[in-house]
């Protein structure tokens, strides 16, 4: 096995990147790594014409953004925060780079089809272009599907096939 030392987790706080959350948490505990959780946020447009200062609005968001990222935490795991600006392929594969990390832990919302298209994939892009592992994440884990139950398995311990519909 691979040593993996740091850890990335791009989080845009979707109910997607949450569900990655925990296997990114549970894969540094078990690796002694550190992991990197990471917000991109898009810089504000006025912020290019002129060199606007930034108004106290964009300011406090930013500092809702760090605190709602800095909650992240885990018990064993040596978490860092960092807020960028910027698009969030670009800033991403930096960050791996720029941390050496062997691993990138994200979730993907899944789309396919029209919407894929339409809207892009965040998580694809990094896939593809990435010099680490990325391991994505679709959907939570479900203890049914980690483990069988009692119902599931015949005398033996063996895994009875579930009837197609019966979840």
């Known amino acids: ?98 941390y050496s990390a062997e691993l990138i832990v994200m979730g993907t919302h899944g789309w396919t089809g029209f919407s894929r298209l339409l809207l892009g994939s965040v998580a694809e892009s990094v896939l593809r272009r990435a010099t680490c592992p990325v391991l994505t994440v679709k959907a939570p884990f479900s203890t049914v599907a980690a483990w069988p139950s009692e119902e599931q398995r015949d005398a033996r311990g063996a895994l009875e096939p579930t009837p197609a519909g019966a979840h």
């Open 1 to 98: 096995m691979l040593p993996i030392q740091t850890i990335l987790y791009p989080t845009d706080f979707s109910e997607r990147s949450a569900c990655a959350f925990p296997l990114a948490c549970a894969l540094a505990r078990d690796h002694g790594a550190r992991l990197i959780v990471l917000h991109v946020t898009s810089v504000p447009a006025i912020a290019y014409l002129g060199g606007v200062m930034p108004s106290p609005q964009i300011v406090k968001d930013r500092d809702e953004l760090r605190q709602k990222l800095e909650e992240l935490r885990a018990p064993g795991v040596r978490v860092e925060h960092r807020v960028l600006e910027g698009d969030a392929v670009t800033e991403i594969l930096r960050t791996a780079r720029e």
